[in-house]
């Protein structure tokens, strides 16, 4: 059953706190994104990784970290630095460079308690 | 700024009827592609159009891409209730490097109502 999962699907932070959410792919894709929703938004790229051990920043990644240490895994932390957390975390895949088709994960909800 | 911005922002239309959203975009492109996301989900890939393509049709679905006015549209014919979702248009810029990334506009919001 190939695919991107993500976990957990609700995620609450404690102010201060660090989190991380997990993205894993067993499409043996090479580049993998994290983007962020807000409700009635569409998504703003976070990071991307278009192969294992590099990443870049993408339009907002001020208080978000990521690493890409193995093909099948792109984790993003969200750091206490990121002062508004509260989105929908959406991970997607694709094959590689050129003309891309991005396939989605089924999110993570962020909350801030 | 958005590179994509979808019109309307939201659609309600009769089960049957046909739908279409608009899409424009400011900067050269090579590839416009369509997504849907159903309430709380993640997208899900509907059709790319390249930028040397004029129409494609996929199933219930037809896109257009004017290249000229910088536009695009997705048409959804014969409506169910189960096409009730967000819509998306993404497009890729048009640059040299070696890095691809996509820039999605904020959606229409479909509810085709029984």
């Known amino acids: 059953d190939g695919g991107i999962t993500q976990s957990p699907k609700y995620l609450f932070r404690k102010e201060g706190q660090n989190v991380t959410l997990s993205c894993e792919q067993n499409l043996n894709h090479d580049a993998m994104y994290w983007y962020r929703q807000d409700p009635g938004q569409g998504l703003r790229l976070i990071y991307y990784?278009?192969?294992?051990?590099?990443?870049q920043k993408g339009d907002i990644a001020e208080g978000y970290s990521v690493s890409r240490e193995k093909k099948e895994s792109f984790p993003l932390t969200v750091t206490s630095a990121q002062k508004n957390p509260t989105a929908f975390y959406l991970c997607?895949?694709?094959?590689?460079?050129?003309?891309?088709?991005?396939?989605f994960g089924p999110g993570t909800r962020l909350l801030v308690l | 700024s958005q590179q994509g911005e979808e019109d309307p922002q939201a659609l309600s239309i009769q089960e049957g009827e046909n739908a279409t959203m608009n899409c424009s975009y400011k900067?050269?492109?090579?590839?416009l592609q369509w997504y849907r996301q159903n309430s709380g989900r993640g997208l899900v890939h509907l059709i790319l159009?390249?930028?040397?393509?004029r129409e494609k049709h996929s199933g219930r679905l037809r896109v257009t891409l004017d290249t000229s006015k910088k536009s695009s549209s997705l048409l959804i014919t014969a409506s169910r209730a189960a096409d009730t979702a967000s819509y998306f248009c993404a497009t890729d810029k048009h640059s040299g490097g070696s890095n691809y990334k996509l820039t999605f506009g904020k959606g229409t919001l479909l509810t085709v109502n029984p």
């Open positions: 900067t050269s492109i090579n590839n």
């Open positions: 997607a895949s694709s094959i590689g460079q050129g003309v891309e088709t991005q396939y």
């Open positions: 990784s278009q192969i294992v051990n590099d990443f």
């Open positions: 159009i390249r930028s040397n393509e």
